[in-house]
């Protein structure tokens, strides 16, 4: 949610406070970059439940996004954008729960917020270009570079990113290469930060496991459709660093 002046001028430099709605790892690290600039950061904290919710709620976490959307609509004023974090729920199907579809566009940041340079500006068919512009501008001010992607699930980077990290995790538990062999030879062999199944833990398997959920409900590919082992490490609450322990401990 980005606090604009002015009805029709869209201008990303006038923006002087952000609220930010979920104070989990994506939100407390964009409330962090969003600070850094100076801007003031109201946070919204959504009920403790949330954090723990399983599966079978996270399929539901749309309708509910849905619903704060509503929520969000009457009290800020007219003039306000919207922005969301989301990598899976459809920008269209949260603008549509608002009076100014125009002014509603994906913001779509990486973990960690801090320290990594893009954010995906994802604007839905209904979303203005003067609200693009500024999203892309307000981006830029946080000191990002900014890329444009159609409103599809897992727009560009979860596209590619979320069929490599299934794809390890089978290359896993077929048993080709241990853990830390399959994260070495991406590390020194193509040069990444980290390989596939520490970044699987990084991003949360939740999270990835939802991505897949909904990359495989739109696309129908085999690639996007999480590997049963994902599925069952977030049952068992192995949800990557956040839970301590995911395909690694982290005590
Ligand atoms: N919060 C804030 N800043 C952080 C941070 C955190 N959690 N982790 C690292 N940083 C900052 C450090 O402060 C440091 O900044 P300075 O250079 O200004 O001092 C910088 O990042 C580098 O950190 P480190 O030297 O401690 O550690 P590193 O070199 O090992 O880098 C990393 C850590 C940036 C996380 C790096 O390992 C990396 O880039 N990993 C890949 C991350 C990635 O691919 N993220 C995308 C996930 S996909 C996603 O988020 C989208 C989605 O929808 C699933």
Do not use: W
């Amino acid at each position: 949610m980005l606090s604009i002046r002015g009805e029709r001028v869209v201008l990303a430099k006038d923006v002087t406070r952000v609220g930010v709605v979920g104070f989990g790892l994506m939100g407390s690290g964009i409330a962090h970059v969003v600070a850094r600039v100076g801007i003031d950061v109201t946070v919204v904290e959504p009920t403790e439940d949330l954090l723990a919710r399983g599966r079978e709620r996270l399929d539901a976490s749309t309708g509910r996004a849905v619903e704060r959307g509503r929520e969000l609509d009457r009290v800020v004023g007219p003039d306000a954008v919207f922005a969301s974090n989301t990598s899976s729920i459809p920008i269209a199907t949260l603008a549509s729960a608002t009076s100014r579809p125009d002014r509603v566009v994906g913001l779509h940041f990486f973990n960690p917020p801090p320290a990594m340079d893009l954010i995906e500006v994802t604007p839905s068919l209904m979303t203005s270009a003067d609200t693009v512009s500024f999203a892309r501008r307000f981006g830029e001010r946080l000191g990002k570079t900014t890329v444009l992607a159609k409103d599809e699930a897992g727009f560009i980077v979860n596209r590619l990113l979320i069929p490599y990290l299934c794809a390890a995790i089978r290359l896993l538990d077929e048993g080709l290469a241990t853990r830390e062999d399959i994260d070495m030879s991406i590390a020194l062999g193509l040069n990444h930060p980290m390989g596939p199944l520490r970044l699987a833990d990084l991003i949360g398997l939740d999270t990835v496991l939802q991505i897949a959920d909904v990359l495989f409900d739109e696309f129908r590919e085999p690639a996007y459709a999480p590997p049963p082992r994902l599925r069952r490490m977030v049952a068992a609450g192995r949800l990557g660093r956040k839970s301590g322990a995911g395909f690694y401990d982290y005590g």
